[in-house]
């Protein structure tokens, strides 16, 4: 059974950088049928995509994140990882991992997610 | 830029039909799935392709996409049913999530 589990620290200080990591298990993340993604949830509301990113070479980002969001992956150890730069309150949310199917775009197993805060 | 839209809640009784609606431009020409989300826990898949459940997930949920509003649809609700409902499709190359739907069971 795949398994996704999202590591990082819990609080962040505003400006500085979000860096998070997803590692696979129960499979590659080398996958030809899948991208791998991040998506956020902010207290009390609803979910955010942040990302995207396919194994061989690709990613998207939500035009609005674009700027200040950058993902990369590791095959060797099978992860992926997500960096958010000059981050403040409003980035505040639960962020879950996922595997995305590449024929219809949906997220079929999805990590415990990690509460990131951002405060001083 | 797309966007989703769903009614912020439904209500419906143990047993009975709920609806849930998520309505985007020219929708039905993209493919729509729907995640359950229960509190405290990580959303969860229950259909993909507009209408195709993933495997362990109840007959009672079925869902179709048509013109510009793809339907969630949960026959026979049962109390473990009563949870946040979000829609998502895809336009280019960005990834879509509706605002949610709570589904209460009275």
């Known amino acids: 059974q795949l398994q996704l589990q999202e590591s990082g620290p819990g609080l962040v200080k505003p400006s500085e950088t979000l860096s998070l990591t997803c590692d696979v298990s129960g499979g590659s993340i080398s996958n030809n049928d899948y991208y791998w993604g991040w998506i956020r949830q902010p207290p009390g509301k609803g979910l955010e995509w942040i990302g995207s990113?396919?194994?061989?070479?690709?990613?998207y980002y939500d035009p609005s994140l674009k700027s200040r969001v950058t993902m990369s992956v590791d095959t060797s150890k099978n992860r992926f990882s997500l960096n958010v730069t000059s981050v403040t309150a409003t980035d505040t949310a639960v962020y879950y991992c996922?595997?995305?199917?590449?024929?219809?775009?949906?997220?079929?197993?999805w990590g415990q997610g990690i509460l990131v805060t951002v405060s001083s | 830029s797309f966007e989703l839209t769903q009614p912020p809640s439904v209500s419906v009784s143990p047993g009975q039909t709920a609806r849930i609606t998520c309505s985007g431009d020219n929708l039905g020409s993209k493919f729509a799935s729907w995640y359950q989300q229960k509190p405290g826990q990580s959303p969860m898949l229950v259909l993909y392709?507009?209408?195709q459940r993933p495997s362990g997930i109840p007959e009672r949920f079925s869902g179709s996409n048509t013109g510009n509003t793809a339907t969630l649809t949960i026959s026979g609700t049962q109390p473990m049913d009563e949870a946040d409902y979000f829609c998502q499709a895809w336009d280019r190359t960005t990834r879509v999530f509706g605002p949610g739907t709570k589904v209460t069971v009275l």
């Open positions: 392709r507009d209408s």
């Open positions: 990113l396919f194994h061989g070479g690709g990613t």
């Open positions: 996922a595997r995305e199917g590449i024929s219809s775009r949906h997220f079929d197993f």
